[in-house]
């Protein structure tokens, strides 16, 4: 029995504390029984309990489940994030592939409204540094940021690079981009004033996008770390393209004072029974070809179907008048919606750009049988 009280009593928790007694005028004894200013101690006992702890006392523990769903969920983000560089690198590759292309055959892009091409951009001095074609450099760093952001994606890293120098390499190569990018919208305003180029504001658009997603993949505090160097490698950029322009010319404004009379257009080249027949089919299905005559890819256009067949075009110059700043398009191209030249309207579709004869006649539906009819008329 006092084994079991021991026990019993052993597994209990003890608490002192103190209380003080009333006044004696509240006890209701006789005063030979009052010990006035006394204190005797106080034992609280609290006994345990076998039945499991409230939670709210219980620290709380995080499960294999939550956490590899919150695994999951950032190997999710981060993977949608690494495809978003790959889709811009490949589409500023593809942007300045094409530019690269008019930098070395010296080709004319497709013609915009206001007249000016690319070409002033591409063929000034602004268009390399050090000697290599600003497109081509801009190819490569495209290359760069698609292929590592893929190798990210993937956490397949080449030379044993970790997961984390790769992405700070990325943030560099997008931060270089960015300020290179900057520097040449500031060119384009500044030295090159009248000249447009839509390929080149596009791949400025991309570079400046890729650098903001590098800023959200990167973390504040890993960014306090580095802002020093990227500061650097932006001065670094800057620096070496105005050292490599320093002996540019300018390109003298021509957006106030370019004023072209209308002429025109002759055109040189025979035309084949097969062109004509296409021609006169075209204008009899409703087709239309919408050019300026002062765009080249125009001219070209007509010279595919030669002199007679281009006759039986249904031809619509949009500057009847003439070109100057301020001259309004054609209402008939405006309220169709020409954005560039030269543009073909078949069927209701639009198609820009110059387009092959034995594309036109598939797109207008024409057939090789009415090809032979009209050879056999002539």
């Given at each position: 029995?006092?084994?079991?009280?021991?026990?019993?009593?052993?597994?209990?928790?003890?608490?002192?504390?103190?209380?003080?007694?009333?006044?004696?005028?509240?006890?209701?004894?006789?005063?030979?029984?009052?010990?006035?200013?006394?204190?005797?101690?106080?034992?609280?006992?609290?006994?345990?309990?076998?039945?499991?702890?409230?939670?709210?006392?219980?620290?709380?523990?995080?499960?294999?489940?939550?956490?590899?769903?919150?695994?999951?969920?950032?190997?999710?983000?981060?993977?949608?994030?690494?495809?978003?560089?790959?889709?811009?690198?490949?589409?500023?590759?593809?942007?300045?592939?094409?530019?690269?292309?008019?930098?070395?055959?010296?080709?004319?892009?497709?013609?915009?409204?206001?007249?000016?091409?690319?070409?002033?951009?591409?063929?000034?001095?602004?268009?390399?540094?050090?000697?290599?074609?600003?497109?081509?450099?801009?190819?490569?760093?495209?290359?760069?940021?698609?292929?590592?952001?893929?190798?990210?994606?993937?956490?397949?890293?080449?030379?044993?690079?970790?997961?984390?120098?790769?992405?700070?390499?990325?943030?560099?190569?997008?931060?270089?981009?960015?300020?290179?990018?900057?520097?040449?919208?500031?060119?384009?305003?500044?030295?090159?004033?009248?000249?447009?180029?839509?390929?080149?504001?596009?791949?400025?658009?991309?570079?400046?996008?890729?650098?903001?997603?590098?800023?959200?993949?990167?973390?504040?505090?890993?960014?306090?770390?580095?802002?020093?160097?990227?500061?650097?490698?932006?001065?670094?950029?800057?620096?070496?393209?105005?050292?490599?322009?320093?002996?540019?010319?300018?390109?003298?404004?021509?957006?106030?004072?370019?004023?072209?009379?209308?002429?025109?257009?002759?055109?040189?080249?025979?035309?084949?029974?097969?062109?004509?027949?296409?021609?006169?089919?075209?204008?009899?299905?409703?087709?239309?070809?919408?050019?300026?005559?002062?765009?080249?890819?125009?001219?070209?256009?007509?010279?595919?179907?030669?002199?007679?067949?281009?006759?039986?075009?249904?031809?619509?110059?949009?500057?009847?008048?003439?070109?100057?700043?301020?001259?309004?398009?054609?209402?008939?191209?405006?309220?169709?919606?020409?954005?560039?030249?030269?543009?073909?309207?078949?069927?209701?579709?639009?198609?820009?750009?110059?387009?092959?004869?034995?594309?036109?006649?598939?797109?207008?539906?024409?057939?090789?049988?009415?090809?032979?009819?009209?050879?056999?008329v002539q």
């Amino acid at each position: 029995m006092i084994m079991a009280s021991f026990v019993s009593v052993s597994s209990c928790q003890f608490r002192f504390g103190f209380c003080e007694l009333p006044p004696p005028s509240l006890i209701p004894y006789t005063r030979r029984f009052e010990v006035p200013g006394r204190r005797f101690p106080t034992i609280t006992i609290k006994c345990s309990s076998s039945e499991p702890e409230n939670s709210e006392d219980s620290a709380p523990s995080l499960s294999p489940s939550s956490s590899s769903s919150s695994t999951s969920e950032v190997s999710t983000t981060n993977s949608s994030t690494y495809n978003w560089y790959t889709v811009l690198g490949g589409i500023g590759m593809l942007d300045t592939a094409y530019l690269t292309y008019l930098k070395v055959t010296g080709s004319d892009a497709f013609c915009p409204i206001g007249g000016g091409t690319c070409g002033d951009v591409l063929n000034s001095d602004y268009a390399a540094v050090f000697g290599v074609p600003l497109p081509v450099i801009g190819f490569v760093m495209y290359g760069l940021v698609t292929a590592l952001s893929a190798e990210l994606g993937e956490e397949n890293l080449p030379f044993g690079i970790s997961k984390n120098n790769g992405r700070f390499a990325l943030f560099g190569i997008t931060t270089a981009m960015a300020s290179a990018s900057a520097y040449f919208l500031y060119i384009l305003s500044t030295k090159l004033s009248g000249s447009s180029c839509l390929y080149c504001l596009v791949s400025a658009f991309i570079s400046f996008c890729l650098f903001f997603l590098s800023l959200k993949d990167v973390k504040l505090e890993e960014i306090k770390q580095v802002v020093g160097l990227q500061t650097c490698l932006a001065i670094l950029v800057v620096a070496s393209l105005t050292a490599s322009y320093s002996t540019a010319q300018p390109i003298p404004s021509r957006s106030g004072d370019i004023e072209l009379p209308y002429y025109r257009t002759e055109i040189t080249s025979s035309s084949s029974p097969y062109a004509i027949a296409l021609a006169k089919h075209l204008n009899s299905i409703g087709a239309k070809m919408y050019g300026a005559f002062w765009c080249s890819h125009c001219l070209e256009q007509k010279e595919m179907f030669g002199k007679e067949a281009a006759k039986e075009l249904n031809y619509v110059e949009c500057f009847p008048d003439g070109y100057k700043k301020g001259t309004k398009i054609l209402k008939a191209c405006a309220d169709a919606g020409i954005e560039g030249f030269p543009t073909w309207i078949i069927n209701n579709q639009v198609f820009s750009g110059e387009i092959e004869l034995a594309e036109l006649a598939e797109m207008s539906g024409f057939s090789l049988d009415q090809a032979n009819e009209a050879s056999e008329v002539q």
